[in-house]
């Protein structure tokens, strides 16, 4: 056993004390990485200053100085020792004020969940005391840890968490376990890192959009939401004429047809000569030939606006659907549809995916995640690259409830 700290121990101790610089966490993570025993100590460690931590100072028994004293008293010389055996003993001495240290501290955390033991007494007094210990906040248990923990720690220290605490708009909306799910989400995260995005996102008209049932709805589908993305297609839903050819009867009737939709469909994606797409497929199709008698399916295919809208057969057939129809007729929707906020949020791949949870849409239509983006607290917070994994905190939650 060396008597003495090695470079290992002090990256331990800088881990558990928050103070590890951006050199040694790399040697510290490398060095867990690639020893079990590192990983199973850390974790030990982890765990004792967590205790102790909670636990706080405890007064020590009146009479623990004088028993020190009294044991001290006993270890009286006797004789004279040559030099080699002091200096064996001295070896020796210095191993064992280590392995004593450890010890002491395991007592002393010990002695202050169960309480000190009476002297001259039984067990019964320390049992006693142990029973009548119940702490009402939930134990940490070694499943709980995790080697990231030190860093949120450092986050949930810091000035940035502080001020996150003391702004209600931040506080209100990580209120909800939902939200903070969806935030913890790192690829929405970097996103909101995006000024830009953050901005459209408290543009009134992107709650005007979400707010609405049938949109939302709309959105929560995964191949409707991406049509969204499409700035020709969002123009096309707020054009009140378009929208009266996309909902025209004949055309949702041809459309119902699986071949003719996809065969619509991929013709609305062939610029500049759909038409001639579409009666090219009907030499092979027999649905689609019949559709080429249908006028209102030549008729939409010659609109470039309202071809945007086919070439996304599942967004083409929510046309079928009256609430959808009513709701972007709507003048408010329509130019909501036509503005560069939404487009600007529905082209980030991670907005659309938060959109599909029905936690984010509450907190954009109810104007909350505006409110905490509009503040300072939160999009500092969302720069510092341990926040997400800070949200799911059992100790952030507790800050909240706090």
């Given at each position: 056993m060396n008597p003495f700290p090695s470079k290992n121990d002090e990256l331990l101790q800088a881990a558990l004390d928050g103070e590890l610089s951006s050199e040694e966490r790399i040697e510290f993570e490398h060095w867990l990485g690639h020893d079990p025993n590192a990983r199973e100590r850390f974790e030990s460690m982890q765990q004792l200053t967590s205790i102790v931590e909670d636990v706080g100072l405890v007064p020590p028994?009146?009479?623990?100085?004088?028993?020190?004293a009294r044991a001290i008293s006993l270890r009286k010389?006797?004789?004279?020792?040559?030099?080699?055996?002091?200096?064996?003993?001295?070896?020796?001495?210095?191993?064992?004020?280590?392995?004593?240290?450890a010890a002491a501290a395991v007592v002393l955390v010990t002695f202050a969940i169960t309480g000190y033991p009476p002297i001259g007494k039984g067990t019964e007094g320390t049992i006693g005391q142990a029973n009548r210990y119940q702490s009402p906040q939930p134990?940490?248990?070694?499943?709980?840890?995790?080697?990231?923990?030190?860093?949120?720690?450092?986050?949930?220290?810091?000035?940035?968490?502080?001020?996150?605490?003391?702004?209600?708009?931040?506080?209100?909306?990580?209120?909800?376990?939902?939200?903070?799910?969806?935030?913890?989400?790192?690829?929405?995260?970097?996103?909101?890192?995006?000024?830009?995005?953050?901005?459209?996102?408290?543009?009134?008209?992107?709650?005007?959009?979400?707010?609405?049932?049938?949109?939302?709805?709309?959105?929560?589908?995964?191949?409707?939401?991406?049509?969204?993305?499409?700035r020709a297609v969002l123009r096309a839903m707020g054009d009140a004429?378009?929208?009266?050819?996309?909902?025209?009867?004949?055309?949702?009737?041809?459309?119902?047809?699986?071949?003719?939709?996809?065969?619509?469909?991929?013709?609305a994606r062939v610029t500049g000569a759909r038409v001639e797409a579409v009666k090219k497929a009907a030499n092979n199709d027999g649905a689609m030939a019949s559709a080429l008698k249908n006028s209102a399916?030549?008729?939409?295919?010659?609109?470039?606006?309202?071809a945007s809208v086919l070439a996304h057969d599942r967004l083409a057939a929510m046309f079928a659907d009256k609430a959808f129809v009513n709701a972007i007729s709507d003048p408010a929707i329509a130019n909501a549809?036509?503005?560069?906020?939404?487009?600007?949020?529905?082209?980030?791949?991670?907005?659309?995916?938060?959109?599909?949870g029905d936690a984010m849409q509450r907190a954009i239509?109810?104007?909350?995640?505006?409110?905490?983006?509009n503040s300072n607290a939160l999009p500092q917070a969302l720069k510092n690259d341990v926040f997400g994994r800070t949200l799911m905190s059992p100790k952030f939650a507790a800050a909240l409830a706090n």
């Open positions: 028994p009146p009479d623990l100085a004088a028993a020190t010389t006797v004789g004279v020792r040559s030099a080699k055996s002091l200096q064996g003993e001295m070896a020796m001495a210095r191993k064992g004020m280590i392995g004593l240290a134990q940490l248990a070694a499943s709980d840890v995790k080697l990231g923990d030190t860093a949120v720690q450092e986050f949930l220290q810091s000035d940035v968490f502080d001020q996150l605490m003391k702004d209600e708009s931040a506080r209100k909306l990580l209120s909800d376990a939902a939200v903070r799910q969806a935030l913890s989400n790192e690829a929405l995260d970097r996103a909101l890192r995006d000024d830009s995005v953050a901005k459209a996102l408290t543009d009134d008209s992107v709650a005007r959009l979400v707010r609405n049932d049938a949109v939302g709805r709309a959105l929560s589908d995964d191949s409707i939401s991406r049509a969204f993305a499409d004429a378009a929208v009266r050819m996309l909902s025209d009867e004949n055309l949702q009737r041809a459309l119902k047809d699986a071949g003719v939709a996809r065969a619509v469909a991929d013709a399916v030549m008729k939409a295919l010659d609109n470039d606006a309202v549809l036509r503005s560069e906020a939404v487009y600007r949020s529905m082209s980030v791949d991670a907005i659309r995916s938060a959109l599909r239509s109810s104007g909350a995640l505006a409110r905490a983006l």
